[in-house]
């Protein structure tokens, strides 16, 4: 491992109960109904929120509409997330995590599928620039096809082939992003509580369910 390249959301912050509530909220205003159990697996797990919006208004949304309700969705999201102070923290070991690696003189950097307004409050309410340069993290600005492309420029960034990071993901897809990017080293982070079905992708070496489980050095852990 000469690199570390971490998913986000259900990775670092647990906060899919947030995106539940956001998207809910917009079911509610465009279509007077919550989404089903369904819906949220198979029309918005991982789908980018102007393809959700457009579902929602049944394939008729505007380009407007689509832009409008998707920062409207984030601007729930952000605010369900100040509403839960006791939820609202990075997952157990990652700033011990971020100092053993920093320690160790090993890169790391961010690569989330969230927006730039999303980001910046990650950034401010974490303190994530106090262990990361905020320019090298990797975030959806638009300019980039799908999550291996961030994977590629995470690893741009940070100088070292994609091949020599080790990636921290929580999700289906985004494991099988890191292996199309050709990262055959990835820890899945078990938010999601899949367990051992996350082990027969290739390129997964191990499954933990926080990053006390990965620190080297347990005695300079925060009390």
Not at 116 to 138: A, C, G, R
Request: one cysteine or more.
């Amino acid at each position: 491992m000469k690199a570390v390249i971490f998913d986000f959301n259900g990775t670092l912050f647990i906060d899919h109960d947030k995106h539940v509530l956001a998207w809910n909220q917009i079911s509610e205003l465009l279509r007077h109904k919550p989404l089903t159990e369904e819906e949220l697996y198979t029309k918005c797990n991982g789908v980018p929120n102007e393809v959700i919006i457009d579902y929602l208004l049944e394939n008729q949304a505007t380009p407007k509409q689509k832009k409008t309700y998707s920062a409207l969705k984030e601007e729930y999201y952000r605010d369900y997330c100040l509403k839960d102070p006791e939820s609202f923290h990075l997952i157990a070991g990652a700033y011990d995590y971020f100092k053993q690696l920093k320690k160790a003189g090993i890169p790391f950097t961010i690569a989330s599928a969230s927006i730039k307004d999303n980001m910046d409050f990650f950034i401010s309410s974490f303190h994530l620039d106090d262990y990361i340069e905020p320019t090298q993290i990797v975030y959806d600005d638009g300019s980039y096809q799908n999550k291996v492309a961030m994977f590629l420029e995470a690893s741009t960034r940070l100088n070292v082939p994609i091949e020599d990071c080790l990636i921290y993901e929580d999700s289906i897809s985004g494991i099988q992003s890191a292996i199309e990017a050709n990262c055959h080293n990835i820890t899945v982070v078990d938010t999601t509580q899949l367990g051992d079905q996350y082990k027969k992708y290739p390129g997964v070496q191990s499954v933990i369910h926080d990053f006390t489980e990965v620190l080297y050095d347990k005695s300079d852990t925060q009390k």
